[in-house]
């Protein structure tokens, strides 16, 4: 191993790594601020927000029997509404800090903001132990992390995004264990048991792991991480069929469209790609070509290539097998940020050996390092296409927080599209506490009941005329 790795950097030269995580996290928490307890309205973040404190909220007004882990909530009129699509922890850890903050739109974000928090510090400690170069870590860091998808989507309380935290543990556990500093195995197994209770994602790329690790003759700790994922997959397992009393049918049928399959919303292949594109255009400076080809240059290094392998593989062949999740969600990809700090990392360093060959060029690292970190600066402030809808959603949350609903309507009744209950409206259920149901116009609500219309970019009740 001493042939793959350089020697290690004295500690006060490795801390120089941190000074750009301490910047990214800096801008992440202060940019912005009123986004983190801004009211849930029609965006990503309003949407995730609003869904997973339903459930948080739930669980400390119900109870967690009741509400079945933050799977079922109850409306005013006495309905019980169900979403157990993903694994449950998202749901305790609403609940957690709603009973800790109180506000619960600044609860909902508390436990995203928390992780990408942890998710800098694995990242900085796993470039390290890559023996990657302070410098070349740390504008990996940020060409990876200072970009509008980890600042936008850092602080939204999704799944995948979450998971990112544990790919990136287990992924420094399995740095560790490679530099022959063995990690005890109930680290890998707990990592791997909270990383599947996470995310769908962050479980897959731990099974990838513990395969690898057996393939590698590192046994014992591949088994604990495959123990870890059974433990949690049983649970989890055990939690949707107690959700929907044993008729599990909606999680396959909604499991099914985000395949792909099924007889309405199928996606090809290139129409994803194309659709990512657009995303990648909007939430990374690098450029949307760049992005993939930077994260697999860490293919090329010794050091980095199992760890950019297994992470890379894992967001790839995730948003493949969910393709019309892929096409649906800009933070889809969320998880790349770490194999691109790897191909960053990897890039600088590269380029800075070339460099170094030749003395009349040696002067010029610094000035190019220094002019990567301005364009990375410039392009942080101009905000993306998300951090817009954004605000406009905060708007329109601020108005469904305020309206008031007469108080025997049963339904949250709106014009926005598509008939008949939907669970696409999370922020009208969370503020209305009623099942949000689209319907034609007013003539189909009864008189002393109202419908949701926009009108002019502004959120109005109309009575209904029935």
Not at 20 to 33: D, K, M, T, Y
Request: proline share 6%; charged share 15%; net charge positive.
């Amino acid at each position: 191993m001493n042939k793959l790795f350089s020697a290690p950097h004295s500690v006060y030269y490795s801390w120089l790594v941190w000074i750009p995580a301490l910047a990214v996290a800096l801008f992440f928490v202060s940019h912005n601020r009123e986004r983190l307890s801004a009211p849930f309205g029609p965006s990503h973040d309003g949407f995730n927000a609003a869904l997973y404190m339903i459930g948080g909220r739930a669980i400390v007004e119900e109870g967690p029997l009741a509400s079945q882990l933050g799977a079922s909530s109850r409306t005013m009129s006495g309905d019980r509404v169900v979403y157990a699509h993903h694994p449950r922890l998202v749901y305790l850890e609403e609940a957690a800090a709603l009973i800790a903050l109180g506000s619960p739109e600044a609860a909902a974000r508390l436990p995203a903001v928390l992780s990408s928090m942890v998710v800098l510090v694995l990242v900085v400690l796993l470039l390290i132990a890559c023996g990657l170069p302070p410098g070349s870590a740390g504008l990996g860091l940020l060409i990876a992390f200072a970009t509008p998808m980890f600042v936008t989507f850092g602080a939204v309380p999704e799944p995948d995004a979450l998971g990112l935290a544990p790919i990136a543990g287990l992924a420094l556990l399995w740095q560790r264990s490679r530099l022959g500093f063995e990690p005890p195995s109930w680290a890998f197994g707990l990592v791997a048991a909270i990383a599947t209770l996470t995310s769908w994602e962050a479980s897959l790329f731990a099974a990838s792991l513990g395969i690898i690790l057996i393939l590698i003759d590192r046994r014992r700790a591949g088994v604990a991480v495959l123990v870890g994922i059974a433990i949690s997959a049983i649970l989890i397992a055990l939690w949707i069929w107690w959700a929907y009393h044993g008729n599990v049918g909606e999680f396959f049928q909604r499991a099914l469209h985000r395949v792909g399959g099924g007889d309405t919303g199928r996606v090809t292949l290139r129409q994803m790609t194309r659709r990512q594109m657009g995303y990648f255009s909007d939430l990374f400076p690098v450029g949307k070509w760049l992005v993939v080809p930077v994260a697999a240059l860490g293919l090329l290094d010794q050091r980095t290539r199992p760890l950019a392998a297994a992470s890379l593989g894992t967001v790839i062949g995730y948003a493949l097998l969910f393709r019309n999740g892929a096409y649906d969600h800009d933070y889809w990809l969320y998880c790349i940020l770490l194999p691109l700090a790897l191909g960053a990392a990897v890039a600088v360093d590269t380029v800075s050996r070339l460099l170094a060959t030749h003395s009349w060029l040696r002067w010029t690292r610094p000035l190019l390092g220094a002019a990567l970190v301005v364009v990375l600066g410039i392009k942080m402030w101009e905000p993306s296409n998300e951090q817009s809808q954004e605000r406009y959603a905060t708007a329109i949350g601020a108005q469904a927080r305020s309206l008031p609903w007469p108080a025997a309507q049963r339904y949250a009744y709106h014009s926005f599209g598509g008939t008949g209950p939907t669970d696409l409206l999370p922020w009208v259920q969370f503020y209305s506490r009623r099942l949000p149901l689209g319907v034609d116009g007013s003539q189909s609500v009864p008189r002393g009941e109202i419908v949701l219309h926009f009108v002019d970019g502004r959120l109005v009740t109309v009575p209904g005329q029935q």
